[in-house]
């Protein structure tokens, strides 16, 4: 059973087998193309480097070697087998012909068996649209099914726990999935069971599949097997249009897919990025959306009038509220972490023009991570902290000092945005006795929170997704937002309000769009010195000259 | 011919350590640890010729020599008494009868990569057998010829018997390790390979029962002696296990190139009742079988049974008379496969299990025209593209019965049943 192995491993020992084994760059051809790479790597990995996607489902290239599938079988000159691409070590020299007749015909093969006990009910299957099982179909086997027995059944519409659904029937046993969970995690939810064809996944005994990575398996899942309790049967995948953003979780600053129907977010999906979050996104980030949009928007700016909130104009409202703060000495600032860099670097401008006796804050709130949460997550969930602050919107000592300050009637005017400070703690009473004290209270946001019940005028503007601008990471990544759906008629985006206070009170600037606005604070904030808007691209851009850390 | 591994087995209270010792059996072990280097060890087993018996037949002193000497991880010796080949039940006689050749061949090829820790993965069924097993591995530490510092000469070696849960495949050596770790019984992808990354990733060796019970008679009699018996390829002796339609089934030993036929017709006293053969498996179960028009010429070593269409495999020698329906008898091994594939690779997985239901059906009298030429296609889709060899193993019998009783199934296809009465086609 291994005479075959002979030849190889009489060269494990020898000196030669290490040098080429370790290290060095060395040259093998695919497909009659040369190329260049670097011992240790497979075949898989050195025809991806020159664009040949060699088709394969259980190799993922962050997760350990299966060789189950059975997909990326290859030529290789002189071994008399076809072998693995996904777990073959590239030689010097090497040849290896991946769309030779024997290749093509073991790919039709395999898809052959991946589909004789997969049923063929397509039109009903969630993954529709985005299944590895059709795509290869189409590019690899184009052939009807000569299985004519009876199909195995397996379990159908299995919990596996809050966030993902398991359909036996439609599980090709890749085991991305378990492998995930062993490595990635290291919680070890799942496992295969049984044997033969009546293999399958099943939960460890007791577990349920609830740890705060659980989703990311719904992304790796090539077939319909996985998938997203939240997201399924709700849209054919094939109608959402994707939009490159950052997840508004935490300070991670994730590289999403933001995908919209109908001008709603359906869902996120990580972007692979490995400065960031490589390719995996967590169950909170990826359904931070539904907290974060929607609900009853705000369309009309509103002024207190005789004990009640009535909608005006945006002129009025924005006259009211200069008047009301120029009134309300020292003033108080508190902006959201989900603001962009350029709708803090506006706030803080405008603030600072409304009066010199101002202090200025993010709101920022930190939590207890548990091991598997930290492989991703940030304590906060304040995706541009960082961001916000280096743009000025930072008074010494940070938030704590401005709330206390707040609490003891320090500030006469505030103006907060994007945060509905009464959900903020358990303390309500206390920060609404706070808020009622304060002479002038502005409040800019999406809905007519409890905070901005209180407040003198309400500015409506716009979610995330809406928008356009940059966020700076944790650790000092900036990152691109953009626009994945429209806003309603009425409310205007922040940085729109900024400029247009700026206008009126007195600060003509001459920039109003995200991209100008970026541009403008390139040049005013040192550590974003020499940054282009148009230079962020997909991957953002780190801070501190560290562009070789671009993927 | 002298008997090599059947010496003992006939003496009563051959599994114990008196009666084994009695022989002159731990002499060779004895000198071993004492005079031996590991380098000559291994020479002296590559002199030798042997070749492993548990069906691949790769050389035993190579498959040592693969073993890194400096590598930093222990190193592990595996014997591999997980037989479980359909037909074959040789191991299984000598675990009963003579443990303690088992264990003083474990220990010299533990000694010769200088293994410190070595096992017997012993199959679950063979409950019997583990019990012997066990007491004579009890035996043989009492006796000072396992455990720390053997007979004064430093080098030290525990020896674990392991029961596995009742997996065929656990017989192949990458599944039996992942057994032998606690994980799943699944094949490991290759390479690397068990010299260098086997039992939890260290360098590791495994052998079948077989080879390994033949070493202490090797080092007693010399390289030269073994060498001597066989054929120029295939050397020395080999045990068989006969079953099916034959008058004195059993097991056999027999030096390699022995004359299949004259085996068969003199030696186990030909097919009973005045039937004739139709056909032999000769190496167990995931063997191709042979018609008798094939038979005729072949020895049983390696190369000969190999030139006529088959492999020697495990010597499980499978005899079939001219009663035996042939698609029957190709659905009962499909079933087996079908049953024992572990699951993990796409082409064993389903293709085991594709057969075995259009055999079935054929069986059943529900064949349809292309039926043969879908089993020969999926069969030859298996074979070569799984991860381990049992996808061979299913696909060869499969595609050989096919091929080589084509008119009875076709009758079966055409006749909707099974057409065979004393023993011809109706």
Not at chain 1, 435 to 453: G, N, P
Not at chain 2, 123 to 140: K, P, T
Not at chain 2, 159 to 188: D, F, M, N, Q
Request: charged share 25%; net charge negative; aromatic share 8%.
């Amino acid at each position: 059973m291994d005479c075959w192995a002979g030849p190889l491993l009489q060269y494990s020992n020898t000196p030669i087998f290490r040098h080429l084994i370790l290290m060095d760059p060395i040259k093998l051809t695919i497909d009659g193309k040369e190329v260049a790479t670097t011992k240790g790597k497979t075949v898989i990995e050195a025809a991806a480097e020159i664009g040949i996607d060699i088709p394969h489902y259980c190799y993922h290239p962050k997760l350990s070697i299966a060789g189950n599938c059975r997909m990326c079988l290859v030529e290789i000159e002189r071994m008399p087998k076809l072998q693995i691409a996904c777990n073959m070590p590239v030689v010097e020299g090497m040849s290896v012909l991946t769309q030779s007749p024997k290749v093509l015909a073991i790919r039709k093969a395999v898809m052959e068996f991946l589909l004789v006990n997969h049923p063929l009910d397509c039109p009903i299957c969630d993954q529709a649209g985005e299944c590895w099982l059709q795509d290869y179909y189409m590019q690899h086997d184009l052939q009807g099914s000569r299985f004519q027995e009876r199909k195995e059944h397996d379990r159908k519409r299995e919990v596996f726990g809050p966030n993902v659904v398991f359909d036996g029937e439609r599980c090709i046993k890749c085991t991305r999935c378990v492998r995930f969970f062993q490595e990635v995690t290291r919680t070890d939810e799942l496992s295969v069971v049984n044997r033969g064809d009546h293999s399958t996944i099943a939960l460890f005994p007791g577990t349920v599949l609830d740890n705060p990575l659980s989703g990311n398996v719904v992304d790796i899942c090539p077939v319909g097997a996985l998938t997203d309790r939240d997201f399924r049967f709700k849209v054919r995948v094939w109608y959402l249009q994707k939009t490159s953003s950052i997840c508004p979780g935490c300070s991670t600053g994730c590289n999403v897919s933001v995908e919209t129907y109908q001008n709603r977010i359906a869902r996120f999906k990580p972007r692979i990025n490995e400065a960031v979050n490589s390719h995996w996104l967590c169950d909170e980030g990826r359904y931070c959306f539904h907290d974060l949009t929607g609900g009853e928007r705000l369309t009309t700016p509103m002024i207190r009038q005789e004990g009640g909130l009535v909608p005006t104009t945006w002129e009025r409202a924005l006259e009211a509220m200069l008047s009301g703060l120029r009134g309300a000495i020292p003033l108080a600032g508190i902006l959201s972490g989900r603001n962009t860099n350029e709708e803090a670097f506006l706030f803080a401008k405008l603030m600072k023009k409304l009066s010199q006796d101002c202090a200025l804050e993010v709101l920022y709130q930190e939590r207890e991570l548990s091991e598997v949460q930290k492989i991703l997550m940030s304590p906060d969930r304040s995706p541009n902290f960082r961001g916000a602050r280096e743009m000025g919107v930072s008074s010494n000592g940070g938030l704590e000092p401005l709330m206390r300050k707040l609490f003891d009637g320090h500030f006469s005017g505030a103006y907060v945005v994007g945060e509905d400070l009464m959900g903020i703690n358990n303390d309500q009473d206390r920060i609404r006795q706070m808020l009622q004290k304060l002479s002038f209270l502005v409040v800019q946001d999406i809905r007519m929170t409890e905070t901005a019940q209180l407040a003198h005028v309400v500015l409506p503007s716009t979610q995330f997704g809406e928008k356009e601008g940059t966020y700076t990471n944790r650790n000092g990544r900036v990152q691109k937002l953009n626009i994945a759906t429209i806003a309603p008629e009425g409310a205007l985006q922040d940085c729109e309000i900024f400029v247009r206070l700026l206008d009126a009170a007195g600060d003509k600037v001459s920039y109003s769009t995200p991209v100008e606005v970026f541009d403008a604070l390139a040049k005013e904030v040192p550590a974003y010195h020499g940054l282009n808007y148009a230079a962020i691209g997909e991957q953002g851009i780190q801070l501190g000259g560290g562009e070789a850390k671009q993927q | 011919m002298e008997k090599v591994l059947l010496r003992n087995i006939d003496v009563p209270d051959s599994h114990t350590l008196a009666v084994y010792s009695s022989r002159g059996g731990y002499r060779p072990w004895q000198e071993v640890v004492k005079n031996i280097r590991p380098e000559q060890l291994i020479e002296e087993i590559k002199a030798s010729g042997l070749r492993g018996r548990g069906g691949a037949g790769f050389p035993t002193g190579m498959k040592w020599g693969f073993v890194p000497k400096d590598s930093p991880k222990p190193k592990y010796m595996v014997c591999n008494a997980d037989e479980s080949e359909p037909g074959t039940f040789k191991d299984r006689l000598l675990i009963e009868k003579d443990p303690h050749a088992i264990i003083e061949g474990t220990l010299m090829a533990a000694y010769a990569i200088q293994s410190h820790t070595a096992f017997i993965y012993i199959r679950g069924e063979l409950a019997f057998g583990a019990n012997i097993l066990e007491r004579a591995v009890d035996e043989a530490t009492q006796a000072g010829y396992i455990g720390k510092n053997i007979l004064g000469s430093g080098y030290d070696v525990d020896l674990i018997v392991h029961r596995g849960a009742g997996a065929y495949i656990c017989g192949e050596e990458t599944a039996l390790l992942s057994s032998l770790e606690g994980g799943r019984g699944w094949p490991k992808v290759k390479p690397p390979f068990p010299a260098t990354h086997g039992l939890f990733g260290c360098p590791t060796v495994v052998n079948n029962v077989e080879t390994l019970a033949a070493l202490p008679w090797i080092i007693e009699h010399g390289a030269a002696a073994y060498a001597a018996m066989g054929t120029d390829k295939s050397k020395g002796t080999k045990l068989f296990s006969v079953s099916g339609h034959i008058s004195k089934p059993g097991v056999y030993e027999l030096e390699m190139g022995y004359p299949l036929m004259k085996f068969l017709e003199e030696d186990c006293g030909g097919v009973p009742n005045g039937r004739r053969l139709k056909g032999v498996i000769p190496g167990g179960g995931s063997m191709p079988v042979l018609r008798p028009d094939e038979l005729e010429k072949v020895n049983l070593d390696y190369e000969s049974v190999q030139a006529a269409g088959s492999l020697l495999g495990s010597g499980g020698v499978i005899v079939m008379d001219d009663g035996t329906c042939m698609v029957r008898a190709a659905w009962n091994l499909a079933r087996f496969f079908a049953h024992e594939s572990c699951g993990q690779c796409s082409p064993c997985r389903e293709g085991c299990h594709w057969m075995e239901k259009i055999f079935h059906r054929i069986e059943q009298g529900e064949g349809r025209k292309g039926d043969l030429e879908l089993i020969l296609n999926v069969s030859g889709n298996i074979m070569g593209n799984t991860i381990c060899p049992f996808g061979d193993a299913a696909a060869m019998p499969a595609a050989a019965f096919v091929r080589k009783y084509r008119e009875e199934f076709e009758e079966h296809i055409t006749q909707k049943r099974c057409t065979i009465r004393n023993g011809v086609m109706e």
